[in-house]
């Protein structure tokens, strides 16, 4: 019932790319991203509404496909500040229940 | 601007002991409000959640339990604690406008039992 992230975790170089993917077995409304530093509470990075919507944030920008019910958030010429683990969240249609996927913890090295 | 806060930021409390986790936020009305679970080094687990005073959602009944007495205010109680309640504790609100149902994080409470 949780969404399903890929991959769990992934170490990069500063200046590399990386993609996180999200996918539910359920139909979504909406997608969200958080970062989660070590110790702190998640930070909001941007929202998904609509099937196939595309939003940026930086170097940071993802995707939902309603159909599909995946999500995917790029990350471009990584910096040294994108190390945290990320979470999707996901709220399915006609309820109030929010759940967040299983995390993916991202590190880049300098 | 809204605001939540939640207390305290770290608790330590030994098996068998009674626990009250708060949680308020300001600046808003009506939020639907949300009590999570991390364990170490683990994903975000959902305990309860509320879309309204007294409406409690449970996603894990275990030994715990949740109450919203007042608009913005989200208790996280037991009555006895075990072991295996360790964890980060956070509780978040989401305004249930149109396209701005964006969720909000308390800073967390550590609890350690032991």
């Known amino acids: 019932q949780q969404p399903v992230q890929s991959p769990q975790a992934v170490i990069l170089r500063e200046g590399e790319d990386a993609v996180i993917n999200c996918s539910s077995s359920k139909a979504l409304y909406s997608v969200h991203w958080y970062r989660q530093k070590h110790g702190e509470a998640p930070v909001f990075l941007m929202i998904l509404l609509k099937g196939g919507e595309q939003k940026g944030h930086e170097k940071i920008s993802a995707s939902f496909n309603e159909k599909k019910q995946q999500s995917s958030l790029y990350l471009t010429a990584s910096q040294l500040s994108y190390s945290g683990t990320y979470f999707c969240?996901?709220?399915?249609?006609?309820?109030?229940?929010?759940?967040f996927g299983t995390g993916t913890r991202l590190k880049v090295l300098a | 601007s809204q605001t939540i806060h939640q207390w305290p930021a770290t608790l330590v409390q030994p098996v068998g002991s009674p626990l009250s986790l708060e949680c308020t936020v300001e600046?808003?009305?009506?939020?639907?409000l949300y009590w999570y679970r991390q364990a170490a080094g683990r994903g975000l687990q959902l305990l309860f959640y509320s879309v309204g005073i007294g409406q409690i959602s449970s996603e894990v009944p275990q030994n715990l339990s949740a109450s919203r007495p007042q608009d913005r205010q989200f208790i996280l109680s037991s009555k006895k604690l075990l072991l295996s309640d360790s964890g980060f504790y956070l509780c978040?609100?989401?305004?249930?406008?149109?396209?701005?149902?964006?969720?909000?994080f308390g800073a967390g409470t550590r609890l350690s039992v032991l």
């Open positions: 969240g996901t709220e399915r249609y006609g309820t109030y229940k929010y759940i």
């Open positions: 600046g808003t009305s009506n939020p639907n």
């Open positions: 978040a609100w989401r305004r249930m406008t149109q396209a701005k149902n964006i969720q909000y």
